[in-house]
């Protein structure tokens, strides 16, 4: 029996399309199947759409690695097919003495993933270049971007379609198996529901990786990684934005801290924080607006709460429980679950935007093998 596709992707979220988009140039002959009306309806389109340069994450990780690669990748990318976005730069804030010895390891880290551009400033310094800014200290990071994320996954999506390769919407899938010639058998939902074999999956399902992923029945020794759900909740600054760059306090544990971001229409919003949430619920939570003021106070003291208004929400897939140690991004292969030409991606938060097309080649390289 040969397969009706050679290679289907699950999900098409950025990195999804960015998969898609490597496979497809690397010859596969591809399709992606995703359950909503529209690409990257899910955490794609719910984040804070900053290019991040590979700053705060463990040296030797693939989120630093693949992030600091993303980051390269994207930027040519941006340039290649004009999608909007801009090298703004970040400013890294100490908002008191105490954490400048904080800032100074950061920079140390960075240095480990390749960063080695980060200019440390003195709170003047930083003023200078923002003047609404209240800060004892600073990293500048120039690397630091921001991208119009839709334009970005329309530009991959075309990559793919240019190729031979197509995007089925309204495509729920429900259930896999392998039949007895090691194919893959997906069950489909939706309006017109069916199967479809293929010879290589790629699940990148994000917030959905682990439930699609135990739909498949693993040898003894592997069982997919469980999901747990962080909720990020954003305002927006209505008129002209404070900032030129994006603000970011100190980081706490796996979270980046209530950050300042400014779009690419110029807009400035805060967010994310961070709830830990039992299942999926982007409901926006207008209680939360005095913890919000108390952040963004810390470093900007002229925040006029009248001009905040709610913006939306985003959902974080992680792989730990809060409190727990941060894992790495798992983009699993054969050597990890004994499925030939299976790779699962759990666990892809932040940076995962960035480092999208950095993971498109490591998916595109596991798989290389096996054609
Ligand atoms: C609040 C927040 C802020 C963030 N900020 C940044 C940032 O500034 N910079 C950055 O680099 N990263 C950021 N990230 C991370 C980034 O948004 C994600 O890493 C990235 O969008 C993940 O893309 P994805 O394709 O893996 O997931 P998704 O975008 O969630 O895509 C997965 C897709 O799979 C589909 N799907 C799932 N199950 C099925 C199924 N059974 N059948 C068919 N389709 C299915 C879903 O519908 C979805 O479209 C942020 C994340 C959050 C939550």
């Not at 980081?251 to 801290?257: F, R």
């Not at 805060?270 to 409901?283: A, M, N, R, S, V």
């Not at 990890?336 to 030409?341: A, K, S, T, V, Y």
């Amino acid at each position: 029996m040969t397969a009706d596709v050679q290679t289907i992707v699950v999900g098409a979220g950025a990195v999804g399309l960015a998969i898609g988009r490597a496979l497809a140039m690397a010859g596969h002959e591809v399709m992606l199947l995703e359950q909503h009306a529209l690409i990257g309806s899910e955490t794609s389109s719910r984040n804070s759409e900053v290019i991040h340069a590979g700053i705060y994450y463990p040296p030797g990780s693939l989120r630093a690695t693949l992030c600091v690669r993303g980051k390269e990748l994207l930027y040519a990318f941006c340039a290649e097919n004009s999608v909007a976005h801009a090298r703004c730069g970040k400013l890294l804030v100490a908002t008191n003495e105490s954490q400048l010895p904080k800032l100074a390891a950061i920079k140390e880290t960075a240095a480990k993933n390749g960063v080695t551009d980060l200019e440390p400033l003195g709170g003047n310094a930083a003023r200078a270049l923002e003047p609404e800014l209240a800060c004892v200290g600073a990293l500048l990071s120039p690397s630091t971007g921001i991208i119009d994320s839709h334009g970005y996954m329309l530009a991959l999506e075309g990559h793919i379609e240019g190729r031979g390769g197509s995007v089925v919407l309204r495509c729920p899938v429900e259930r896999i198996e392998k039949t007895p010639d090691e194919l893959f058998r997906l069950t489909t939902g939706g309006d017109s529901p069916g199967a479809i074999t293929c010879r290589n999956l790629v699940l990148s399902a994000g917030l959905h990786a682990s439930q699609l992923a135990r739909t498949l029945p693993f040898g003894e020794g592997y069982q997919p990684p469980e999901t747990y759900y962080a909720k990020g909740q954003y305002y927006a600054l209505s008129g002209r934005s404070p900032f030129k760059r994006h603000i970011y306090p100190m980081p706490d544990g796996g979270w980046l801290g209530l950050h300042a971001t400014v779009d690419i229409g110029g807009r400035c919003k805060f967010g994310p924080d961070i709830e830990w949430i039992p299942g999926l619920d982007y409901t926006f939570v207008p209680e939360k607006l005095e913890k919000f003021l108390g952040f963004i106070r810390s470093y900007y003291p002229g925040l006029e709460v009248e001009r905040l208004h709610p913006d939306y929400t985003g959902i974080r897939p992680k792989l730990y429980r809060e409190g727990e140690p941060v894992p790495d991004f798992a983009i699993h292969g054969a050597d990890e679950h004994g499925q030939q030409g299976l790779v699962a991606l759990y666990g892809i938060e932040s940076p995962g935007l960035t480092a999208a097309l950095a993971i498109g080649e490591v998916v595109a390289g596991l798989l290389a093998r096996r054609g």
